[in-house]
């Protein structure tokens, strides 16, 4: 008999894999793991911070010349302040924007106001602001990683402002748990695997050899936004789970959800144990 309470437990017997770059205090982690569920957190992908050239530190600190800064992650604000020379002593021009509000309460632990949109914490919904409705003659510095989505810098472009990228890691595949993954998944150990972003779901696809991902056609994935959803279906992912954002709440209440209604199924061979 379970010494936990399932009412108050609701992923009690749910095992699930969490692929994202390793972090210190991972909240959703200690969410789910408070909710009964048992984590594997293997990552799957890593992010390796680029030295900052000359071009970039003189952007960061010249910062007051930009109208406006938008960051795209938490790791492109986390590593952004350690460069701007002090956060707290920022002038009000450039006005300051996050993709998602994550990112903007990195920020704002600072003391740097970021404005987000709310309501779909996309590159879409950001320029979806009223803030960028008119932006010609505008000079805007987006901060990001190497090799980012073009969304931002060509819509903005088309609407007449003046953009520069500031690019201050590096997204990379970590391969240090290639061979864990492939047998906890093969030994079907894992009803759903977790990927906060569709950089991290690619980076885990592609260290799955054909036997590996025979298996994730079997399981479920949660991601974070239609992107990455259509990731997972066009590679033939079995139930993809999309939550409304990569928030710790949004990815809990997204999976407390879908484990609800699917957890009488769990003696079907389609969910593993």
Same mark, same amino acid.
């Given at each position: ?11 009690? #017997? ?36 680029? +030295?900052?050239? #000359? ?67 996309? *590159? ?63 030994? #079907? ?20 050899? *054909? ?9 479920? +994935?949660? +991601? ?42 769990? *003696? ?6």
């Amino acid at each position: 008999m379970s010494l936990v309470d399932k009412s108050d437990a609701p992923l009690t #017997g749910l095992n699930l894999l969490l692929v994202r770059p390793e972090r210190d205090n991972d909240l959703f982690e200690q969410l789910v793991t408070g909710l009964g569920c048992r984590v594997h957190a293997l990552p799957a992908m890593a992010i390796k911070p680029l +030295v900052p050239d #000359g071009l970039a530190c003189q952007l960061l600190a010249g910062i007051s010349r930009f109208h406006k800064v938008i960051v795209v992650s938490g790791n492109a604000a986390r590593l952004a302040l350690q460069y701007i020379p002090d956060s707290r002593t920022l002038p009000a021009v450039p006005a300051w924007f996050a993709v998602g509000e994550s990112t903007a309460k990195t920020l704002q632990e600072a003391g740097v106001r970021a404005i987000f949109p709310a309501d779909n914490a996309t *590159s879409e919904g950001l320029l979806a602001l009223p803030a960028f409705a008119r932006v010609r003659g505008e000079q805007i510095l987006i901060v990001r990683g190497e090799g980012g989505r073009d969304t931002l810098r060509s819509e903005l472009e088309q609407r007449g402002a003046a953009v520069t990228f500031c690019e201050l890691y590096r997204r990379e595949t970590d391969s240090t748990h290639r061979l864990a993954i492939k047998r906890l998944l093969e030994a #079907g150990a894992v009803q759903v695997v977790v990927a906060h972003s569709i950089d991290v779901l690619r980076n885990f696809l592609q260290l799955l050899d *054909s036997d590996s991902l025979e298996v994730l056609h079997r399981i479920a +994935v949660l +991601v974070p936004s239609q992107g990455a959803a259509d990731l997972a279906l066009a590679r033939g992912c079995g139930d993809v789970i999309q939550a409304q954002s990569a928030l710790p709440a949004s990815m809990v209440d997204a999976l407390v959800g879908w484990y609800t209604a699917n957890s009488p199924n769990f *003696s079907n061979p389609l969910y593993p144990h």
